[in-house]
């Protein structure tokens, strides 16, 4: 059987949270792919301080298997582990670590599962695909993607090993993250009329977030595949004024869209900047000229909704041994892949209940299941004798 456990202990010993380099994790990986005589391409960030990684094996030619996951994991910062966040624990079956179930565990699991792969030849190419910067908007998978999408030989199907519990997976929300900053014009707070107050102005706009998010609420449209079954509006971040005597001039928030994959999170934001230009901007330039409203993106990556009577859909029920196909609440890169051609599904071991959690674990048990597909996955790739 293959060593999981040994991957992921050597996986989980390099820091690779979003602010750090993942370089160190992918020549770890490289050098081991190489050693079995598998070549890898590495996708560089403008900083050459991360990379992707794109391997494949097989006969050449498009069509085949991409397995795919991220290396970045999130902050252990604040955080009250009781075990070492970044060296492998086990106790009670269980295997503890920042990122053992969100997503180093699927990713040991690939490694340790090649050699199957490599025992006889396969009729279709396997892709094996490792990006960065995933957790803070899947940014570094995007280079990744679009070389896919140019190339004669993309892989056909996709199959993401974020944490599913190894449940079959067809379909996530979308997410669209939004910064809105409101220039207003200071004055003395008794004689607030004079002034410009960015911080009610700001309030008139998340309360309008706030209605956008009823509406999209309403039984009429409603997804039952998804939980909750409708896109939400929601604010999170707030910061403005300097002290409780001045009309603040500046105040900023942040807000973000998960949206089913049938809505388009883009359209709330439309309809905000229009009631922003339309109802507030006139008002505030009728007191200071210089008042303005600004929205920029923070971060997006698209629903993911694959077809269940799909080839993709097929394989992984196929290889879960179940068509009980189901959604799941956090997004992944998935969505990306899709809208490149390359059908997408999710399946992989641990559960999003421990992901970003201190004490963060993965069973073995998950670990024994997820080699178990690969296993299977490697026999149905591979060329009849």
């Given at each position: 059987?293959?060593?999981?456990?040994?991957?992921?202990?050597?996986?989980?010993?390099?820091?690779?949270?979003?602010?750090?380099?993942?370089?160190?994790?992918?020549?770890?990986?490289?050098?081991?792919?190489?050693?079995?005589?598998?070549?890898?391409?590495?996708?560089?960030?403008?900083?050459?301080?991360?990379?992707?990684?794109?391997?494949?094996?097989?006969?050449?030619?498009?069509?085949?298997?991409?397995?795919?996951?991220?290396?970045?994991?999130?902050?252990?910062?604040?955080?009250?582990?009781?075990?070492?966040?970044?060296?492998?624990?086990?106790?009670?079956?269980?295997?503890?670590?920042?990122?053992?179930?969100?997503?180093?565990?699927?990713?040991?699991?690939?490694?340790?599962?090649?050699?199957?792969?490599?025992?006889?030849?396969?009729?279709?190419?396997?892709?094996?695909?490792?990006?960065?910067?995933?957790?803070?908007?899947?940014l570094g998978v995007r280079s990744l993607v679009?070389?896919?999408?140019?190339?004669?030989?993309?892989?056909?199907?996709?199959?993401?090993?974020?944490?599913?519990?190894?449940?079959?997976?067809?379909?996530?929300?979308?997410?669209?993250?939004?910064?809105?900053?409101?220039?207003?014009?200071?004055?003395?707070?008794?004689?607030?009329?004079?002034?410009?107050?960015?911080?009610?102005?700001?309030?008139?706009?998340?309360?309008?977030?706030?209605?956008?998010?009823?509406?999209?609420?309403?039984?009429?449209?409603?997804?039952?595949?998804?939980?909750?079954?409708?896109?939400?509006?929601?604010?999170?971040?707030?910061?403005?004024?300097?002290a409780l005597n001045i009309v603040p001039a500046?105040?900023?928030?942040?807000?973000?869209?998960?949206?089913?994959?049938?809505?388009?999170?883009?359209?709330?934001?439309?309809?905000?900047?229009?009631?922003?230009?339309?109802?507030?901007?006139?008002?505030?330039?009728?007191?200071?000229?210089?008042?303005?409203?600004?929205?920029?993106?923070?971060?997006?990556?698209?629903?993911l909704l694959t077809e269940p009577g799909s080839?993709?859909?097929?394989?992984?029920?196929?290889?879960?041994?179940?068509?009980?196909?189901?959604?799941?609440?956090?997004?992944?890169?998935?969505?990306?892949?899709?809208?490149?051609?390359?059908?997408?599904?999710?399946?992989?071991?641990?559960?999003?209940?421990?992901?970003?959690?201190?004490?963060?674990?993965?069973?073995?048990?998950?670990?024994?299941?997820?080699?178990?597909?690969?296993?299977?996955?490697?026999?149905?790739?591979?060329?009849?004798?």
């Amino acid at each position: 059987m293959p060593d999981s456990r040994a991957q992921l202990e050597k996986l989980i010993a390099f820091d690779t949270t979003s602010r750090e380099s993942n370089l160190a994790l992918i020549a770890f990986v490289r050098d081991y792919l190489s050693g079995l005589g598998i070549a890898s391409d590495l996708i560089f960030n403008a900083e050459r301080t991360k990379a992707n990684l794109h391997a494949r094996l097989g006969p050449p030619g498009p069509g085949g298997v991409m397995l795919s996951g991220h290396s970045d994991v999130v902050p252990v910062d604040g955080q009250a582990w009781t075990l070492p966040a970044f060296q492998l624990s086990e106790r009670d079956g269980r295997l503890y670590g920042r990122g053992t179930a969100d997503m180093k565990g699927f990713l040991a699991c690939v490694l340790a599962s090649l050699p199957r792969f490599l025992e006889q030849p396969l009729r279709l190419p396997l892709h094996i695909a490792i990006s960065y910067d995933e957790e803070i908007g899947c940014l570094g998978v995007r280079s990744l993607v679009e070389q896919l999408r140019a190339s004669p030989d993309r892989p056909a199907i996709c199959l993401i090993g974020e944490p599913t519990e190894m449940r079959p997976v067809l379909g996530h929300k979308g997410k669209l993250a939004m910064r809105c900053e409101v220039h207003g014009a200071a004055c003395h707070s008794a004689y607030a009329p004079q002034g410009v107050n960015a911080i009610e102005y700001a309030a008139r706009l998340i309360g309008r977030l706030g209605e956008i998010g009823q509406r999209l609420a309403e039984p009429a449209k409603h997804d039952s595949r998804f939980d909750p079954p409708y896109s939400t509006v929601q604010t999170g971040l707030i910061q403005g004024g300097r002290a409780l005597n001045i009309v603040p001039a500046e105040c900023r928030f942040d807000f973000e869209v998960r949206a089913l994959p049938a809505d388009d999170p883009r359209q709330v934001a439309v309809e905000l900047r229009d009631y922003a230009e339309t109802q507030l901007l006139p008002r505030m330039r009728a007191v200071s000229e210089a008042s303005d409203i600004r929205f920029s993106e923070l971060s997006s990556y698209p629903g993911l909704l694959t077809e269940p009577g799909s080839d993709a859909a097929r394989l992984l029920a196929l290889l879960c041994a179940s068509d009980e196909f189901s959604t799941v609440a956090f997004g992944t890169e998935g969505g990306l892949f899709d809208e490149a051609g390359i059908a997408t599904v999710v399946c992989g071991p641990g559960s999003m209940e421990q992901g970003h959690k201190p004490d963060e674990f993965v069973s073995l048990d998950q670990l024994a299941r997820c080699d178990a597909l690969l296993a299977s996955l490697a026999r149905w790739m591979q060329v009849e004798p």
